[in-house]
């Protein structure tokens, strides 16, 4: 009965596509392509009966065998498959596509070198690796020269340092510390070199020996409103001359965030410093700074006060003060530009743990005194270009007291007191500084700081350069070699040397022209070797009076990193 039907719906189908091929004959034949259509006549006639010719009914011309019966034998196929008897863990891979690999880190180091002059170099950093919970290591560094510019070991100099630092993620804040110790050796070798023979070697030689201990605790990476940072300190210093100072203090940095456009900012400073020579004199020190921000579009208001005491009485100092602070910013650029001018003043603290490392033939006895910045005016700008060119721009007048100056001693000219203008200093401040950044390949970077100091008082600013001003470079060549340069140039200043007699002459120092060089080759990822030269145009400029400096110096050596 299938074989029937089968047979009869493809007759059908046949006859169907012979009537459809006839058809369309027919039209081809009237309206083909390029036929003219004329007018004709078209009727509709509904009683039209449409007779189709019998269709040949053979079924024999297709034939279409049915398909072989075949057996259908189903086989079933049963495994035993047993689980080991250990537990088995499965892990879940989500990711379809292969993670990077975390790039090795080398959080430690070890330097050494050597250089003319007899000088040793050796620094180490160690640090632990990638951790959410901490961060903790340590460091150690000693840079020596057995002899010197003048009268060889009388002009010996080394610095060595150790500390440890470590901070402690927890949740919603960090505690953190660092302990250090520094021993600094020098010599008094600012004497004329005749008088080498009749110069006690013993007493030219001067060793500072300076503790640092800091703690602090702060939650500046949680989401609060309230932000804050707080921290105690302890610096200790003394010397081969039983000269000791010893500076507790106490430090808070707060900001409170009203909300987007606004917020108020306290930052506080307590500071006891007891400082015993010939006699002892204690020193306190204390400020506190309030102050309200506001956005109003593009520009943002500051106001606030500094209100801040010392201790001191040297030149009559002015022991309690308050600051007005006024600032305004304007941004017209948004990250690119910014304009800002304000006034304000304030209070710094001044110790003799920081001053001898500026000057390290600073006489016994001199009377330290806190800077007091009475007013300044200031004005500048900073601006990004091209996302490569950093410019930075200031303008300040500035007004002093107890601004201190370096002058030679009238007992020892070897020496340097600490003297101060009998009045108001005057300063105009103009800073400018531009940077070149390309994809941490090359950098390059101009500073200039130029300030013209007028004096109440003293003749001289004494050992204050007017200009000072600076060129570096860096240049990373495929991660292989490392070039790092800088020409750095020192305007002239005075110093006042005392003659036996209670006559005094002054002297100008030089202009000072410094290039120093160095170059590292990374052989592999743990070893590469180094190259330092300083002071390459072998300038034995002074710095300070009588004290010249080495000239060149070369320094070689490897770096080890696991």
Not at 340 to 346: I, K, P, R, T, V
Not at 469 to 497: C, H, M, P, Q
């Amino acid at each position: 009965m299938k074989n029937k039907i089968r047979k009869a719906s493809l007759a059908i189908v046949l006859c169907v596509g012979y009537a459809f091929m006839n058809g369309v004959q027919a039209q081809n034949n009237g309206w083909g392509e390029g036929a003219k259509l004329e007018d004709a006549e078209v009727v509709v006639e509904k009683n039209r009966v449409i007779e189709l010719p019998n269709a040949a009914r053979n079924f024999e011309k297709f034939k279409v065998d049915p398909p072989a019966v075949a057996d259908r034998n189903v086989r079933y196929r049963f495994e035993d498959y047993r689980l080991p008897e250990q537990d088995i863990e499965l892990q879940m891979r989500v990711l379809t596509i292969k993670q990077d690999e975390l790039t090795k880190l080398y959080g430690n180091y070890l330097k050494a070198g050597f250089g003319n002059y007899a000088t040793l170099y050796l620094k180490g950093y160690f640090h632990n690796k990638r951790s959410e919970t901490s961060s903790f290591g340590a460091n150690f560094s000693h840079v020596g020269s057995a002899r010197g510019p003048e009268v060889k070991d009388q002009s010996a100099v080394s610095n060595s340092s150790v500390g440890v630092h470590g901070e402690r993620y927890l949740p919603g804040f960090t505690i953190g510390g660092r302990l250090g110790y520094e021993r600094d050796k020098n010599h008094f070798y600012g004497y004329a070199p005749s008088l080498q023979d009749e110069v006690d070697k013993d007493t030219t030689k001067q060793i500072f020996n300076r503790i640092n201990a800091k703690g602090y605790i702060h939650n500046q990476t949680s989401e609060s409103p309230f932000l804050y940072k707080a921290g105690v300190k302890l610096n200790y210093l003394n010397d081969r001359y039983d000269m000791s100072e010893a500076n507790i203090g106490l430090n808070l940095n707060s900001e409170y965030t009203i909300d987007e456009t606004s917020g108020f900012k306290v930052d506080a400073d307590l500071s006891f410093v007891q400082h015993k020579d010939s006699s002892s004199v204690s020193r306190t020190f204390f400020k506190l700074n309030p102050s309200y921000e506001r956005q109003f579009g593009a520009a943002r208001v500051t106001i606030g006060a500094n209100v801040a005491y010392t201790g001191d009485n040297v030149n009559d100092a002015r022991q309690f003060n308050i600051y007005p602070q006024f600032r305004i910013g304007v941004e017209p650029i948004k990250d690119n530009l910014l304009l800002y001018a304000g006034l304000g003043g304030d209070l710094q603290r001044v110790t003799l743990y920081e001053l001898t490392k500026e000057n390290p033939w600073i006489a016994p006895n001199v009377e330290v005194a806190d800077i007091n910045k009475g007013l300044e005016v200031y004005g500048g700008f900073s601006a990004n270009l091209s996302n490569y060119v950093h410019l930075t721009g200031r303008v300040a007048y500035q007004n002093y007291r107890n601004l201190y100056f370096y002058n030679n001693s009238r007992a020892d000219s070897t020496k340097f007191d600490l003297v101060y203008d009998d009045g108001v200093t005057n300063v105009l401040n103009i800073y400018s500084e531009a940077v070149f950044d390309y994809i941490d390949e090359v950098r390059l970077g101009l500073k200039l700081d130029y300030n013209k100091y007028n004096t109440a008082s003293l003749d001289q600013p004494f050992h204050r350069p007017e200009l000072m001003a600076s060129v570096f470079a860096t240049y990373n060549f495929y991660d292989k070699i490392l070039f790092n340069s800088e020409l750095y140039y020192i305007g002239s200043s005075f110093g006042r040397v005392y003659r036996p007699d209670g006559s005094f002459v002054t002297q100008e120092t030089s202009n000072i022209i410094d290039l120093n060089l160095k170059a590292d080759y990374k052989f592999t990822n743990t070893f590469t070797v180094f190259m330092m030269a300083n002071n390459i145009l072998g300038n034995k400029y002074e710095r300070f009076v009588n004290y010249p400096v080495k000239s060149i110096n070369v320094i070689g050596g490897v770096t080890y990193s696991f």
